[in-house]
């Protein structure tokens, strides 16, 4: 399944290598290779993030979504609202429930 475009294609091997190392299988397509469409915007050219398997979309767009945003400044763990877990300083996103982080919490 296609998981979502990457702004460029350097970006989209970062992301390829980030979900390899967490063990999720995927791919960098782009569906303009072949140039059969001739003269192309540039930013259509965006490559594409194919999952192997469709299970791993949220974890991925987990992943991705705190390679975007980076570690949030001081690096500390962090308390879901929510239902309470503990996550790791470079997830924005709470594994439990999917509540978004909320940077004024701690
Ligand atoms: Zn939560």
Redesign the pocket.
């Known amino acids: 399944m296609r998981l979502m475009f990457a702004p460029n294609a350097v970006i989209g091997q970062h992301w390829v290598n980030l979900l390899s190392v967490a063990g999720i299988p995927c791919e960098l397509h782009n569906r303009y290779l072949t140039g059969a469409l001739g003269e192309i915007p540039a930013e259509q050219c965006a490559p594409e993030l194919w999952l192997v398997d469709e299970r791993d979309e949220a974890m991925a767009r987990k992943l991705i979504a705190a390679a975007l945003n980076g570690p949030p400044p001081g690096g500390k763990p962090w308390r879901?609202?929510?239902?309470?877990?503990t996550l790791e300083p470079q997830f924005t996103v709470?594994?439990?429930?999917?509540?978004a982080r909320n940077p004024l919490d701690e």
């Open positions: 879901c609202s929510q239902c309470g877990e709470c594994w439990q429930c999917g509540t």
